[in-house]
């Protein structure tokens, strides 16, 4: 049972625009929701994260939306550029499990 | 990563053999993990372990056996390689089970 949901597979955006990345979750016990960037044969970095007490969280040109009565949170890249093209994992996780569930990724293409 | 290395980066093996994945942290991070990682799958978490000697096993445990006799290591046996095994393995480590720092990866081939 695959507890997160992640869409789209692939996204192709023009340089300027911006990349909306979603995901659902089921397990009301969760309360950390973090997203990770991935360049190729790289390790998952930590990119943002967010806790349900808020509804938004901005770091540069990057947020996270979080929607509780939903179970849903997205990614928001304002502004993508090249250098943004890479796999973006969601995940969720509660502080009671010590372990995150991950998303299956979204391939992110950002042309010039 | 700093703080968080894997060992060998690369490896090809025989089916049927075994083989040990090490993951060794300076953080003094209580949690460690192994995932695999594969295309349309995403990240799957194999084992982990919340102390030495504290492991339990992940959505895809079957053919991995996990030992942490130390804080700062963290190693994963496949008891007789398959072929579907081969994968990348990613260990990752959490001082306090959310936030997580990834090693580089160990990309196994079975042949």
């Known amino acids: 049972q695959q507890q997160v949901k992640q869409s789209p597979q692939s996204l192709i955006v023009q340089k300027g625009g911006i990349s909306i990345i979603n995901c659902a979750y089921e397990?009301?016990?969760?309360?950390?929701f973090p997203w990770y960037q991935q360049f190729p044969g790289k390790g998952p970095a930590l990119l943002i994260a967010?806790?349900?007490?808020?509804s938004e969280k901005k770091e540069g040109r990057f947020t996270i939306s979080f929607n509780k009565s939903a179970k849903q949170f997205s990614l928001h890249i304002m502004d993508s550029q090249p250098g943004d093209s890479a796999t973006y994992f969601c995940a969720a996780g509660g502080s009671s499990n010590y372990k995150l569930t991950f998303g299956k990724g979204t391939l992110l293409t950002v042309n010039p | 990563d700093a703080g968080i290395t894997q060992s060998p980066r690369h490896k090809v093996t025989e089916t049927g053999t075994p083989v040990t994945l090490r993951c060794h942290q300076t953080?003094?991070?209580?949690?460690m993990y192994w995932y695999r990682q594969d295309p349309g799958h995403g990240l799957r978490l194999i084992h982990y372990?919340?102390?030495?000697?504290?492991?339990d096993k992940g959505e895809v445990s079957d053919g991995y056996s996990v030992s942490r006799s130390k804080t700062e290591d963290f190693l994963l046996t496949l008891e007789s390689a398959t072929s579907s095994q081969t994968s990348v393995y990613f260990c990752?480590?959490?001082?306090?089970?959310?936030?997580?720092?990834f090693g580089s990866g160990t990309r196994l081939t079975v042949v």
């Open positions: 990752a480590i959490s001082g306090s089970g959310d936030g997580y720092t």
């Open positions: 397990n009301t016990a969760f309360d950390y």
């Open positions: 967010i806790r349900p007490d808020v």
């Open positions: 953080e003094n991070h209580r949690y």
């Open positions: 372990s919340y102390g030495v000697k504290d492991t």
